[in-house]
């Protein structure tokens, strides 16, 4: 059955870019979503392609902006945009949303209080997803302030969040900075490995798209078996990385490349502390 019907009223969402698209596509999958043209609006002022394709093919409205008229008897209003668009964002939705609309916002960085000064009273949710739920496989933390504790706000929080993946509640909103530089800045760096790993596979000789092939099958077939170890509780990342690893072998030769010095384990460290700084950076300025 569709996770979010008609009984738990219209959404909003806005900012359709990279992220607002992947959950506008899943809240319209019939299978995943269930809202329609009746219980979802759009405002987002720049049309994409795929705006505009998937507006299309479900007659969903578009708004430039949240008029007043769209925003009455709105009952959760999920936010978008690029955390610097927060303020002027608040300006334009304030005095607009009935006073007990959940506020669901995946912003990096933007903290419960700072949401709670630009929305006073709402019931508010701060989520972290990620781009792998574009295709539903993605992994979303969330947190809710006070007013959001009776449970029907995160399950109706859930119904939209789950069309990305799973979702994994916190209570301590200090863990959302971590939360933000490894599972939502994450896909990046694995993204940038499988970058590196083609690039090398040319260096040593391959064809370009043979090499190319080779680094995205790898990684793909990598990330299936650590699921299913996890899943199955029987072999964890470092079980695996063991299992390819033969004594005095050529994988041995590389991680003794990449552990040197502290290596791929330190900068990895580095990298994640880097983001998890810049998410606060981004929160103490909103
Ligand atoms: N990309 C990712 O991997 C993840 C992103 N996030 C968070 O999601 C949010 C969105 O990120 P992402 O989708 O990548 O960003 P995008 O820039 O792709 O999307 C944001 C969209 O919001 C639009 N916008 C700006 N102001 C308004 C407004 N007042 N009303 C409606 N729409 C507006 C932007 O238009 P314009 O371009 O004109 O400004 C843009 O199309 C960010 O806060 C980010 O921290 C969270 C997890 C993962
Ligand atoms: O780079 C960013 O700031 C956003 C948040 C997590 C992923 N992308």
């Not at 093919?57 to 009952?75: E, F, M, N, Q, Y």
């Amino acid at each position: 059955m569709p996770a979010n019907n008609e009984a738990t009223g219209k959404v909003a969402l806005i900012g359709a870019g990279r992220m607002g698209l992947a959950l506008a596509a899943g809240w319209l999958c019939a299978r995943r979503g269930g809202l329609d043209s009746d219980t979802l609006v759009i405002v987002e002022p720049n049309r994409s392609d795929e705006l505009a394709e998937l507006a299309g093919k479900h007659g969903i409205k578009v708004l430039p902006t949240l008029t007043k008229s769209a925003a009455a008897g709105l009952d959760r209003v999920v936010l978008a945009v690029k955390p610097q668009a927060l303020p002027a964002l608040g300006e334009e939705l304030g005095g607009k949303l009935p006073r007990n609309a959940l506020i669901i916002s995946i912003l990096a960085g933007a903290g419960l209080i700072g949401l709670g000064r630009l929305f006073p009273g709402h019931p508010i949710i701060r989520a972290m997803p990620n781009t792998p739920g574009s295709i539903g496989k993605g992994i979303t933390v969330a947190i809710s302030n006070i007013e959001a504790d009776p449970p029907h706000f995160r399950a109706a929080a859930d119904a939209l969040l789950k069309v990305l993946g799973s979702v994994e509640w916190v209570e301590d909103e200090r863990m959302m900075d971590a939360v933000t530089a490894v599972s939502g800045s994450g896909p990046a760096y694995v993204f940038l490995m499988c970058e590196a790993l083609a690039r090398a596979g040319e260096a040593e000789g391959l064809p370009a798209e043979l090499a190319e092939k080779l680094a995205v099958a790898t990684i793909a077939g990598a990330g299936a078996l650590l699921e299913d170890g996890h899943k199955r509780k029987t072999a964890d990342a470092a079980a695996l990385r063991r299992a390819v690893t033969s004594p005095g072998g050529t994988t041995q030769a590389a991680l003794d490349v990449m552990m040197a010095g502290g290596g791929l384990p330190m900068l990895v460290r580095n990298a994640v502390a880097a983001a998890e700084r810049q998410s606060r950076k981004l929160g103490s300025a909103l």
